[in-house]
């Protein structure tokens, strides 16, 4: 087995209630290595042509990457790959944390569920073994209550669990995979397609670490990443979180700002990880075996906008579609906007992308208070933008018909599709290619829609020309290799 792998990938079928362990050769991990590659090799092998991303023969991986559980800052990550209710294509999503890395321990590189159960179940991964149990209590539930009980009832505080929420529960396209309660597998709606396989967490626990080729190496690495933190160019991301951009990006006009119409935008200042710093900011935190802790963890304990730590902080990109894009420079309406995309598992890009876009109708007059259960719905207003997040969680109101996204609520509406700012129908994320051009190919042709994570997004590469000499990309490549 090569190093760093399990050598074990779980396969669930739910419709029959079984566990199967595979056991790939090491070419086979040669081949596909971890992550995406994995998980596209899972869906097209048992995902048949016309497969109902919502119906049973769609087939959910969850795919660790290939250095996941190795003890240096970065490595913790899982991806998400089914065929998307989003886009109705591939769709792959992924996110970091502690559940990427305690699936490793618990003896899996990877796992594959097929089918669907005939009622709520969830799975519980643990020391190279796995078992379906029943989740018929946790329906419905908000994701840290989940998270408590699966943790209780298995007597183990150390357990990771990785669930869908109520909203994708109750069908809302875009809803996320949420581990944690603040870290998201957030875009193309995989929390929707394992909500649709009565499917409600994966909960893992381990005790092993994958096997490296030179600890001793690995550990000097990592000693030199913590001994150079301080002067290195990630400083400030581990200080100020992602949002550290805010300001850059709104200063080069990269912002989106009310659904688009411009790139910079003059509450910038307000919504900026600096202020987040200054003001909300309880404390920082981490992935597993990360020293940059650039996660943040905000703390309200006054109405309007009450904001529970337990759900983390906003990143840049929910900073962005819930605030900017909003025309919101409340920072704390938009933190507890965050707290209920975290609670009722969605995304927050595609959730306040889509609030944007409903903003802009009602802006223009294409819908009115009746449409919008009589919530003003303004650029600005950041009550509105908090009451209809809620509504899409909780699916109910003008919530319905904006939990589908924001191109199929103005084909629903029959108003406003000049107004959407999606590729493949998934929301674009808050990287404009106004300024990074590349950016405007990237999403045009990524078949994952508007996607920022599995595809290059920041021209700071442009910053390192003698590293870009060293892998040769300062000439042009050759057309065919
Ligand atoms: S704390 Fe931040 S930098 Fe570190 S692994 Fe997590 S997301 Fe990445």
Not at 227 to 256: F, R, Y
Not at 349 to 373: H, K
Not at 374 to 379: A, V
Request: hydrophobic content about 40%.
């Amino acid at each position: 087995m090569p190093y760093g792998y399990c050598g074990k990938i779980l396969h669930v079928d739910l419709t029959a209630g079984k566990v199967e362990i595979e056991e790939p050769e090491e070419t086979f991990y040669r081949k596909y290595m971890g992550g995406s590659a994995l998980g596209a090799y899972y869906l097209l092998k048992h995902t048949p042509p016309g497969a109902d991303p919502l119906g049973p023969e769609n087939t959910l991986s969850l795919m660790a990457g290939v250095v996941t559980g190795a003890p240096f800052p970065g490595q913790s990550r899982v991806t998400a790959t089914a065929k998307s209710p989003v886009t109705g294509l591939v769709g792959d999503s992924q996110s970091g944390g502690f559940w990427p890395a305690e699936l490793k321990a618990a003896g899996f590189d990877g796992i594959v569920i097929h089918g669907r159960a005939e009622r709520p179940v969830y799975l519980w991964v643990h020391d190279g073994e796995a078992e379906l149990r029943d989740a018929v209590h946790l329906w419905g539930k908000f994701t840290a209550d989940v998270e408590d009980g699966i943790r209780e009832e298995l007597n183990d505080r150390r357990i990771h669990v990785l669930q869908c929420g109520p909203a994708a529960e109750k069908g809302v396209s875009f809803g996320a995979l949420i581990s944690n309660a603040n870290r998201a597998n957030g875009r193309t709606g995989m929390g929707t397609v394992m909500a649709s396989k009565n499917l409600r967490a994966v909960a893992v626990r381990g005790h092993s670490r994958p096997q490296l080729a030179d600890p001793e190496a690995v550990k000097a690495l990592a000693k030199w990443g913590a001994d150079h933190l301080g002067e290195s160019d990630v400083a400030g991301l581990g200080l100020l979180g992602t949002a550290e951009i805010v300001l850059s990006q709104s200063k080069q006009g990269g912002l989106p700002t009310r659904n688009w119409a411009s790139g910079t935008f003059e509450g910038a200042e307000a919504i900026s990880g600096q202020r987040m710093a200054e003001t909300i900011l309880k404390e920082r935190d981490t992935c597993f075996g990360c020293i940059i802790r650039c996660k943040r963890v905000v703390e309200v304990t006054k109405d309007p906008f009450p904001v529970d730590p337990r759900y983390g902080g906003p990143e840049y990109e929910t900073i962005s579609t819930m605030g900017s894009y909003c025309g919101v420079s409340d920072l704390v309406a938009i933190a507890r906007a965050n707290q209920l995309c975290n609670m009722y598992g969605m995304d927050t890009i595609s959730c306040g992308a889509t609030v944007a876009w409903a903003m802009d109708c009602f802006e223009r007059g294409l819908i009115t208070l009746e449409d919008t259960d009589g919530i003003e719905l303004r650029f600005g207003n950041s009550e509105a933008l908090v009451q209809m997040v809620e509504r899409i969680g909780k699916r109910e109101g003008f919530g319905r018909v904006l939990g589908k996204g924001s191109a199929r609520a103005a084909e629903a509406l029959g108003v406003g599709q000049d107004l959407v700012v999606a590729v493949k129908n998934h929301e674009l994320p808050a990287h404009m290619p106004q300024v990074k051009r590349s950016l405007a190919l990237i999403y045009a042709v990524n078949p994952f829609g508007a996607d920022h994570e599995s595809s290059e997004h920041d021209p700071c590469y442009e910053w390192y020309p003698d590293r870009m000499a060293e892998l040769d990309l300062l000439n042009p490549q050759p057309a065919k290799v």
